[in-house]
């Protein structure tokens, strides 16, 4: 089917946006808007105000982007488009969540994942739950953030997505930890890592190896603690990764600052790499941290 003249300014101010030239996007999508309007093409219409909120959003004026999601919504509501209703709410929950809105954002989500429900569309419900997550453990509500992380694992299961399941566990796993529940948060991090090692991801299996690390330092398990440590800096630096792989080695140089099986001599090394690091990635809170920590043994 040929492009419209609408459609090809909408695409036009896609094409704006991605080149980095915001205001000219949004006019190209607001006169888009114009002509969808002038054909009575709700759904079109609705598609370009989708857009300009996305890039009033990105200028942070988030007045604008409520007002063009919300028109948007009116026109799908009407329009009875449930995929591309969601969608939009999914949008008016990640800006309230933006502006620490959680109750709107709460609401706004928890709409859009019904919406995909009743589509059989799991892949959005499933993302949608990720944000209810986040949202529950702002709100220091871990109880309701595993449920919504649990669903969430469960969907990506069934659709063979493994990088978002491992994702969720790993977010799990941070929340067992937290919590205490230190067999729980060994047992999601070992899972998430194995699928992250599946598909190749060297960064997830890294990040997962690290909090394994972390987790068995707090239980006082230090040789179990420097080796999955000393394996996550070891990815860390093969993805390029280079903040990740100071923070793992600040990490490291806590578990030898250890009382109980710590070398001491190994720790300050670790410091010391991990201050090189931030220092040559100008990161200033993490490098004063970690010097700090590092006087603090040599006292």
């Avoid at 999508?29 to 009033?56: F, H, P, W």
């Avoid at 992380?149 to 977010?171: F, I, N, P």
């Avoid at 690091?277 to 040599?298: D, T």
Wanted: net charge negative; with cysteine; hydrophobic share 40%.
């Amino acid at each position: 089917m040929a492009k419209t003249e609408a459609g090809r300014a909408l695409e036009e101010g896609e094409r704006l946006w991605l080149q980095g030239d915001a205001k000219l996007a949004r006019d190209a999508s607001c006169g888009a808007r114009l002509m969808y309007n002038k054909t009575g093409d709700k759904v079109g219409e609705a598609s370009a105000l989708s857009q300009i909120g996305d890039i009033e959003k990105h200028l942070n004026n988030f007045g604008a982007a409520h007002d063009a999601y919300a028109e948007a919504y009116e026109f799908l509501a009407e329009a009875e488009d449930s995929r591309r209703l969601a969608a939009v709410l999914v949008r008016i929950g990640k800006l309230s969540i933006e502006e620490k809105d959680y109750e709107k954002a709460h609401k706004s989500l928890t709409k859009a994942e019904a919406v995909f429900s009743s589509i059989d569309n799991f892949t959005g419900q499933a993302q949608t739950l990720d944000l209810l997550g986040l949202i529950a453990m702002k709100n220091k509500r871990e109880d309701v953030a595993l449920d919504a992380y649990k669903t969430s694992r469960m969907l990506y299961r069934q659709q063979g997505d493994k990088k978002h399941e491992a994702t969720a566990l790993k977010v799990m796993a941070g929340i067992y930890m937290a919590t205490g529940q230190t067999a729980r948060a060994d047992n999601a991090f070992e899972k998430g890592r194995v699928l992250y090692a599946e598909i190749g991801d060297c960064l997830g299996e890294a990040e997962a190896l690290a909090g394994l690390g972390v987790l068995h330092r707090i239980i006082g398990d230090i040789q179990d603690s420097r080796e999955h440590l000393k394996n996550a800096i070891e990815l860390f630096k093969n993805a390029g990764h280079l903040v990740s792989k100071g923070k793992a080695s600040l990490e490291l140089a806590r578990t030898e600052s250890s009382s109980e099986g710590g070398d001491s001599e190994r720790a300050t090394a670790h410091y010391k790499q991990a201050i090189e690091i931030f220092y040559s990635s100008k990161e200033p809170e993490l490098l004063e941290k970690a010097e700090q920590e590092l006087k603090k043994l040599n006292a």
